[in-house]
């Protein structure tokens, strides 16, 4: 809840106001104004903190609930009760964890120096009206902390100044501050807050810095991003080609990571974290289909039309906004079971804002090469009270350079520009397609080297670009060569394997040969060129194809004309040779489509023995073929007055002329609304109930069992709602609207929205489906 | 800094653009830390490796060094994770030296007690380190150092070998530098070339390791310009006994040592002289399950061991020469390329590379001739396809390199080619007798006895004989100085030192500046092609592009 608030009051968050601060001992003045409201107000000496809070202004409240979003939520009924929550050990919990260390420091001073007596506080028990002096004054805390110079007093004064915008410090007189009640015992809830050591009002110094050239750290990003880019894709082209399957439980198995960081030619780690970034910047999702895999989206075609820096600004804005953890894939979760990527078990509510801190942290470092204990130390200091684990820092850097956010370990131009585009909760300020993708692809534009249009061909089969290489450049490399080296410049070298994949997509060897020596400033080596040549001499020597069946005539004239023949179109005959044809359906209807022409076709067995006739009519090629099967077995209307019938009902269920969502895809019989069809399988649902029970009620209507499937897969992937007609354990059925959430191992998980429950259920208790049309929910 | 002719790559690969006007100027700058990988035509393949930066160590370049020469010439903003590997790989070197010590004699010592702890802990040290002295120092058995060395290097923490090497026993040789050609002839004046020169002083400031040049770029005169440094009596190991007859009249010509001085050491003659030159061979004979010619190693104080053809030096002579460390050793070879991986064996037993010149770069200072190498492809007929495809795989080879067609190829190149002298060179004994029938020229194989080899070789050298058929005994070492064209039939499969040994053959440079031809004839469309390709590898990297043409239209130019 509380990053729900968090997020909503972003807008007003950076007007905070300077709180009431007094510096007793020096006698300045007392009085500060507050900034946003525009309205001077002198501070009025009160005694308890209730007071104190309620005397804030309303700009001064404002500011308090912007910093403690959880003081709002569930509005508290007075400002009384307010004060009672702000000085809650809950509240006060969550609002340190937030502090840096010398905000931690001066308050762990003031409730050391309130406790020693020499303040009297505003602890709830106090009675109101009571003198409150004597007081600690900002000096006494500078003191304390052992902030001497007045630079560090003005630092001191500063952060009591936030202290008091958050309500976490309060000034019982003026020129006096007080800890807010309760604060002593969540900062030490067992002995007193010991003074600090040493006063540390800027983040620790990184151990042995190395100075980078900003120059250096942008080419370095800029090269990481042109390779995150390749890698997602290289993914994204794999996939395309061979979907991988989701696991059951959600996310990517362990062979397909394995493979798929094969194919990168990076670890399992690094792969993962690429899946979740194509994953994130939408590229590719899971498909819903059964058995489920992941495909690509419909951005995936704005990714293929998109050059190399709006693709990175795609990636860049997905993962500024991410909540994924990819680098705890691979590892157990608490019931020891392994966490895939792109599984549920990988979001975290905590990474955006982590994110932020640590952009931050590394903007504030500057150019030097940091480490992870670097920043470690510095979100340490940043927020002492809630360190985040060390394994996330480092997955988020690692994250960070792998994407060319950093480069060489220190922020680059891409990194401050994303920074910017942050808000300190790390939600992301655009959305996908937005603006931040135009402004993180310009910003990459800026740092990415010229790229160069030069291929440097040579007589041992290699190829040198000797920079970045152009749009044309890396398709040319991609199709029709091997990489050998990349980095600022790659080395290429041309294999008959990579020529035969060049040929393979389609491209000829004059086409090459032309393309190699237009991007050569030198003549394309004799060896290359007989390479392309003779590869593609040999190539496609052996050919593949699928047919159905074939003819074969000892006498090739038998065979001459059938081909052309247009009545035998249907048969898809291809002239393979001269005396074999080939066929693209079974041979059965190749024989009869024969006979009809009057020629005497016998068949034959693999033995290339005749088989006499044929036992059985076509046969269904094995797989692919399901839909027809069932076809098949569909019971049909089997005469005109069924057929009538049907088309009423269809009628009535068109009701207002309404469609289903459902109607186009149902069982995959296109143009017949849903509910229409359910009820045209009325019969076969009777069939399929349970002999005890009464059949479902009359209209309800219920389907054979493969467009019930069809119906709630459809409704899992659009989240739609069915009415279920069950038979229940004792053979009652049962009508319930759900809304499917899994269909899968022979069971459906659904909730039912009325009893607002979930329930499981066999699908063979399943008597029927129904589309419920009704959107509301 | 924008527009250095040197990119640097994260995976540790220097590429140098060589028409860039400071390429030289750059080649000159990163030669001593970066290996040459590579030397085709535009951009040449440099590589970082640990050992080549702990050479450069060594020789006493540093890290801030290296770091600023990359800095400095490359291109592109260098990627700043190599500096720091850079940096700390180079920081390995030298926290263990070997040394000798007063009383102990040779010692380990380690600057960094974590690093000898760790060396002390390895199991591949076991046996190599005696007594501990102290908690720095370790007693090394003196038998032990070059083994030792090798095993540290692997450990990643190579040791600086401050021991020294044994002075030998001293024995005056100089270089005469007036010689007799070899055909006879008036006597000539002869100076090192400069990069002879480079060599010998680069290998003698290093002390010891390895020098490559070209075939025919005179390796010889370099063994005998390091024996002059020298000064000491010194053992010479050759691969065979031709090659020790050379060594032996190209000592005597260039050199003041006298016949007598010189001794062969070979499986005819057991001499052991001031100058002895042996043959692999004859080290590695066992008799009754020990090698019996180990004495010679220890038969005399030698100052200086050379090894020629050092790629071809036989796995037990790595053992052998184990405890050699203390003399010093010079390594020669034009390919450092081994199949068998174990390059890096010869840079840590001999010692590093201390001078490696591209075969281009000879070749355009006129030393060596040029040389034109063509791969002639030859379709075979449809039943001896046939014959491949159903033969057995590990007949295919064997099939494919002697396919019938090739006789018949070889002849018309050779038509081509009347006034030249050439060499046809195969591996199969079968294949050449049968092409050295049809060529009619005389055969040269294993068999043949030292006294016919030296009588065919003269004659071919006189140009009495223009036309040889060689099998692989003429790989490597045989001085043919007007060969002109090399045609090569059949070879052992993919070797890539035996296909540049083969074109060395042809590159002494010619009297009259004539191209040197190099054909190899190989059957298209069999592993012929692909072990073809793969042999071509070294020569094609060191920027000889083969031209392809088909046997068919093979055209005289």
Not at chain 2, 269 to 281: C, D, F, L, N, S
Request: net charge negative; proline share 7%.
């Amino acid at each position: 809840m509380a990053e729900r608030c968090a997020r909503q009051d972003t807008p007003a968050r950076r007007a905070a106001p300077v709180g009431p601060v007094g510096r007793g001992a020096t006698g300045r003045a007392r009085v500060r104004t507050t900034s946003s409201g525009g309205r001077a107000r002198s501070i009025v000496r009160m005694s308890t903190f209730p007071e104190a809070v309620r005397a804030l202004t309303d700009d001064a409240l404002v500011a308090v609930l912007r910093a403690r979003p959880d003081l709002a939520y569930p509005s508290p009924s007075t400002l009384r009760s307010l004060a009672a929550r702000a000085a809650s050990r809950t509240s006060l919990d969550r609002a340190l964890a937030r502090l840096d260390t010398p905000t931690l420091q001066v308050l762990g001073a003031l409730v050391t120096l309130s406790r020693s007596g020499r303040a009297p506080g505003g602890t709830p028990s106090d009675d109101a009206g009571r003198p409150p002096l004597p007081t600690v004054t900002a000096d006494d805390v500078a003191a304390a902390v052992g902030a001497t110079t007045p630079d560090d007093a003005a630092a001191v004064d500063a952060v009591l100044a936030r202290a008091t915008a958050q309500a976490l410090v309060w000034a019982p007189a003026p020129g006096a501050v007080a800890p807010a009640p309760g604060l002593d015992e969540v900062l030490d809830p067992v002995a007193p807050t010991p003074l600090p050591e040493r006063w540390s009002p800027v983040p620790p110094a990184p151990v042995d810095p190395r100075p980078l050239p900003t120059a250096v750290v942008d080419a370095e990003a800029a090269g990481a991003a042109v390779e995150a880019v390749r890698l997602v894709d290289t993914l994204v082209r794999a996939w395309q080609d061979a979907p991988p399957p989701v696991l059951r439980s959600g996310g990517l198995g362990v062979r397909d990571v394995h493979r798929t960081a094969r194919l990168l030619e990076v670890d399992d780690q690094v792969a993962a974290t690429v899946i979740e970034l194509a994953a994130g910047a939408g590229l590719v999702d899971d498909d819903g289909e059964d058995p489920p895999s992941y495909v690509l989206t419909t951005r995936a075609d704005a990714w293929d039309e998109a050059g190399t820096a709006e693709r990175w600004g795609m990636l860049a804005t997905a993962w500024a906004g991410t909540r994924r953890t990819p680098w705890l894939a691979g590892t157990r979760d608490e019931k020891g079971a392994l966490r895939p990527p792109l599984g549920t078990g990988l979001s975290r509510g905590w990474v955006p804002r982590l994110r932020t801190q640590i952009l931050t942290a590394l903007a504030t470092l500057g150019p030097i090469g940091v480490r992870p204990a670097d920043v470690c130390a510095d979100l340490a200091w940043r927020s002492p009270r809630a360190v985040p684990p060390e394994s996330a820092v480092t997955g988020l850097l690692a994250e960070a350079a792998l994407l060319g956010v950093t480069g060489a370990g220190a922020l680059a131009t891409t990194g401050r520009t994303m920074l910017d585009l942050l808000d300190p909760d790390g939600a992301s300020t655009s959305s996908p397609g937005g603006d931040a993708e135009a402004v993180l692809a310009a910003t990459l534009t800026t740092i990415l080297p010229e790229p160069v249009d030069d291929l440097l061909l040579q007589g041992d089969l290699t190829g040198v670009v000797p920079g970045r290489p152009s749009h044309e450049l890396v398709r040319l490399i991609e199709d029709a060569a091997e990489v050998e080296s990349r980095g600022a410049a790659t080395t290429v070298r041309f294999t008959p394997a990579s020529v035969t994949r060049a040929l393979d997509a389609g491209t000829t060897a004059d086409d090459l040969l032309a393309t190699l020596s237009r991007v050569s400033r030198t003549p394309v080596p004799q060896a290359l060129d007989y390479l392309v040549r003779d590869t593609a001499r040999r190539h496609a020597s052996l050919r593949v194809g699928a047919a159905g069946s074939y003819v074969r005539a000892a006498d090739p004239a038998v065979l001459t004309g059938l081909a052309e023949d247009p009545r035998l179109a249907g048969l898809g005959l291809i002239r393979l040779a001269p005396t074999v044809l080939a066929a693209a359906v079974p041979a059965a209807a190749v024989q009869s489509a024969l006979r009809g022409r009057g020629l005497a076709a016998a068949l034959e067995g693999p033995d290339g023995q005749p088989l006499g006739r044929l036992a059985h009519p076509a046969r269904i090629e094995r797989g692919g073929a399901r839909l027809l099967r069932a076809a098949y077995h569909a019971p049909g209307p089997a005469s005109d007055a069924e057929r009538l019938a049907l088309v009423g009902q269809l009628r009535i269920a068109d009701g207002g002329g309404r469609r289903s969502p459902f109607a186009s895809t149902a069982g995959g019989t296109a143009g017949v609304s849903g509910p229409a069809l359910a009820r045209a399988a009325l019969a076969a649902a009777g069939r399929t109930g349970p002999p005890s029970g009464p059949t479902p009620s009359a209209g309800a209507g219920t389907i054979t069992p493969g467009d019930a499937l069809a119906l709630l897969r459809d409704a899992v992937r659009d989240g739609g709602h069915v009415w279920l007609h069950l038979v229940d354990g004792r053979g009652q059925p049962l009508r319930r609207r759900v809304r499917p959430l899994r269909l899968d191992a022979g069971r459906l998980r659904a909730l039912d929205t009325q009893r607002g429950s979930e329930l499981t259920v066999a699908v063979h208790r399943i008597a029927g489906v129904d589309p419920d049309d009704d959107p509301g929910d | 800094m924008p527009d250095g002719p040197l990119i640097v790559q994260s995976d540790k690969s220097l590429l140098l653009e060589v028409d860039h006007p400071r390429a030289d100027e750059c080649r000159r700058a990163i030669a001593p830390f970066a290996e040459l990988e590579r030397a085709p035509e535009h951009v040449h393949t440099y590589r970082l490796t640990s050992l080549g930066l702990w050479n450069a160590r060594a020789a006493g370049h540093d890290a801030e060094q290296v770091v600023n020469t990359l800095i400095e010439y490359s291109r592109y903003p260098v990627p700043h994770a190599l500096l720091v590997d850079v940096a700390e790989t180079m920081d390995r070197y030298g926290r263990l030296t070997l040394h000798a010590h007063p009383t102990h004699g040779l010692v380990l010592e380690a600057s960094d007690r974590a690093v000898l702890a760790e060396v002390l802990k390895s199991r591949r040290t076991s046996g190599l380190l005696g007594e501990r002295i102290d908690d720095q120092t370790v007693v090394v058995h003196p038998s032990e150092r070059g083994h030792l060395k090798q095993v540290l290097v692997k450990l990643g923490w190579p040791a600086e070998d401050l021991a020294g090497y044994v002075d030998g026993e001293k024995h005056p040789i100089a270089l005469t530098h007036d010689a007799v050609p070899i055909g006879g002839g008036p006597i000539k004046h002869w100076e090192l070339r400069p990069y002879q020169a480079q060599a010998v002083d680069a290998f003698w400031y290093g002390g010891s390791g390895v020098v490559v040049l070209p075939c025919g770029a005179g390796k010889t005169i370099v063994g005998a310009a390091s024996m002059a440094k020298s000064g000491t009596t010194t053992l010479i190991l050759v691969t065979n006994t031709v090659s020790a007859r050379q060594w032996k009249d190209e000592l005597i010509r260039r050199t003041t040592l006298t016949e007598d001085e010189i001794g062969e050491y070979s499986g005819t003659r057991k001499e052991i002289k001031p100058v002895t030159i042996a043959t692999y061979q004859v080290l590695t004979t066992k008799r009754k399950g020990v090698y019996s010619h180990l004495e010679l190693l220890d038969a005399r104080d030698w100052g200086l061991i050379v090894y020629d053809e050092v790629h071809l030096l036989p796995a037990p002579i790595f053992r052998m020469t184990a405890d050699l460390q203390a003399r010093r050793r010079l390594g020669l070879t034009a390919t450092l390329v081994r199949e068998d991986g174990r390059e890096d064996e010869v840079f840590s037993l001999i010692g590093p590379k201390r001078y490696d010149a591209p075969w281009k770069d000879i070749e355009a200072q006129g030393y060596i001739a040029p040389a034109d190498c063509v791969e002639v492809r030859l379709t075979l007929p449809e039943s001896e396809r046939m014959t491949y495809a159903i033969a057995e795989p590990e007949d295919k080879y064997r099939l494919a390199a002697t396919a019938s067609g090739k006789n018949r190829v070889v002849s018309r190149i050779v038509e081509t080619h009347p006034d030249d002298q050439v060499l046809v060179i195969g591996q199969y004994l079968d294949q050449l007798e049968e092409l050295s029938a049809h060529l009619d020229a005389p055969l040269i194989t294993g068999a043949t006895t030292v006294r016919e080899r030296q009588r065919l070789f003269d004659a071919f050298r006189s140009g009495e004989v223009s036309r040889l058929v060689v099998s692989k005994v003429a790989n490597f070492s045989i001085d043919l100085p007007e060969a002109s064209v090399a045609i090569q039939v059949s070879g052992s499969f993919g070797s890539r030192q035996e296909e540049a040994q083969r074109l060395g053959r042809v590159m002494r440079p010619k009297a009259d500046g004539r191209t040197a031809h190099f054909y190899a004839v190989v059957a298209r469309d069999t592993v012929d092609q692909d072990f073809a390709a793969h042999r071509q590898r070294f020569l094609a990297e060191q920027g000889y592009a083969y031209r392809i043409t088909d046997a068919e239209d093979f055209d005289p130019a």
